[in-house]
Structures are given as structure tokens and as C-alpha cells.
């Protein structure tokens, strides 16, 4: 699959608690109304591979820690089995596509770890799903804001249990994300109320969609 389908594919990514859930629907709705079909997934996650798969990764664990190789190709799994089963068929009917997470998690999130990103991506060519976003609108926050926003009614999963350290550098990953693809990427401010952060979403993703038209 090459992005010559005629479909447009949005991801969405940011810090656990950086709003994207609330805003990946949000642009969903808006995009809908607009008369696209839209389809809305999530990463890891949508197919029952990628559930499970979920269910696994954000287990906490005790007594034992995942490798870096490991926790990124067991992510990488769950996107093999949702690109081929519903991103891209989605795609190819022209559809937009808007994830809540893709690649770009796999390239911070374990990167973070030490798992360095052509590795990453070398394995996305292997697996047959290079098949970039068009577009990727990263809500950047500081670490402390993000983390006083997570729902105090549940318990830290793996990832969110990780140091702040972790996340500061998760946080710079996406800001390197931003400057090294700056045609898909672009980076916007989520400590902003969440009405004027989806308006900001849908601007740049109706400019984006509008100039694809056009080419
Ligand atoms: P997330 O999608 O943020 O769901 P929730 O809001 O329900 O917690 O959780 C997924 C977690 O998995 C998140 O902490 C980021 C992490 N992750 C990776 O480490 N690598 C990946 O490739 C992906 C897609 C996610």
C-alpha cells in the first residue's frame, strides 16, 4: 500500500493526558458533518489482535520489565493487524481516517527506551506499513499539566506508572517528531480550553485536506 490511495489519513498524538481522545472525535464529528466519511481507530487497539494486544502492554508488571525490542514490535504487531484490516481498505474506498495514536507513538514512546527510530521505521518498510500519515497533529503540553489531568478514578497503567523523566523525554521526542517531518507534523498547544483547541484541529486539517484535493 503506497499513499497513492484517495483517502486522507490523520493521526492524532500527545502525552497520556494530553486531551487527543477528546480531540480525535471532535475532529471526527467536525469532518463528518462536512459530508467525509470518516473512520475513527485507535492504536493499539479497534481489531481483536490489537484489543488483546493492549490489554497486554498496559498491564503493569511486577517483578519483570519489557525490552525495549519487545514492547515495540508487540506495538508494531498491533498496527500491522489494523493497518491492513481497516486503515487501509478505509483508505482505498477514499474514506478520511483519523487514529488516535499511530507510528509516531512507536518512535517517542520507545524511543524513550533507547530503541532508535530508523530502527523503527525500517521495521515499519520490513512489515509492509510505511505508509505515512498526511497528517499528524501533536498536542503538546508540559509533563506536570498532563499528568494533573489523567483520571484520578482508575490506576496508572504500565506506560503512565513510568518516571517523569520518562515522559519529559517523550515530550522531546514529539518535539524532535515535529522538526524532523515537518510536511506531515505539525505541533499545537493543548494547555488551551479544548473548544479552541478542536477549532485550531479542524482548521489545519481542513487547509490539509483542501490543498490534497488540489494537487
Ligand atoms: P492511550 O492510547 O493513550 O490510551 P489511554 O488514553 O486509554 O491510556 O494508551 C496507549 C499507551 O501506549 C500510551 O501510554 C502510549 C503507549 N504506546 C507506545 O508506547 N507505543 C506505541 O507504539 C503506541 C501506539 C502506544
Not at 493499539?44 to 520489565?65: A, I, M, N
Not at 498491533?78 to 493497518?83: E, F, G, K, T
Not at 506499513?129 to 503540553?141: F, G, K
Request: hydrophobic share 40%.
Amino acid at each position: 500500500m503506497t499513499d497513492s490511495d484517495s483517502g486522507f489519513f490523520i493521526t492524532v498524538e500527545g502525552l497520556d493526558g494530553s486531551g487527543k481522545t477528546t480531540q480525535a472525535g471532535l475532529l471526527a464529528e467536525a469532518l463528518s458533518k462536512e459530508g467525509h466519511v470518516v473512520k475513527v481507530v485507535r492504536d493499539p487497539g479497534t481489531t481483536v489482535l490489537g484489543e488483546r494486544l493492549r490489554e497486554l502492554l498496559l498491564e503493569p508488571t511486577s517483578g519483570w520489565e519489557l525490552e525495549g525490542w519487545a514492547e515495540a514490535s508487540l506495538f508494531l504487531a498491533a498496527r500491522i493487524q489494523l493497518a491492513h484490516e481497516v486503515i487501509y481498505p478505509a483508505l482505498a474506498r477514499g474514506e478520511v481516517v483519523v487514529s488516535d495514536r499511530y507510528l509516531d507513538s512507536n518512535l517517542v514512546y520507545q524511543g524513550a527506551r533507547g530503541v532508535p527510530w530508523d530502527g523503527i521505521m525500517a521495521m515499519h518498510r520490513i512489515c509492509q506499513v510505511e505508509r505515512l500519515p498526511d497528517l499528524t497533529l501533536i498536542l503538546d503540553l508540559p509533563v506536570a499539566t498532563a499528568r494533573g489531568r489523567r483520571a484520578s478514578d482508575l490506576p496508572p497503567d504500565r506506560v503512565e506508572s513510568e518516571s517523569s523523566q520518562y515522559h519529559e523525554r517523550v515530550r522531546a521526542g514529539y518535539q524532535a517528531v515535529a522538526r524532523t517531518f515537518p510536511a506531515r507534523a505539525v505541533l499545537l498547544q493543548a494547555d488551551q480550553q479544548p473548544g479552541d483547541l478542536a477549532m485550531e484541529c479542524q482548521r489545519v486539517a481542513r487547509e490539509r485536506l483542501a490543498a490534497r484535493r488540489s494537487d
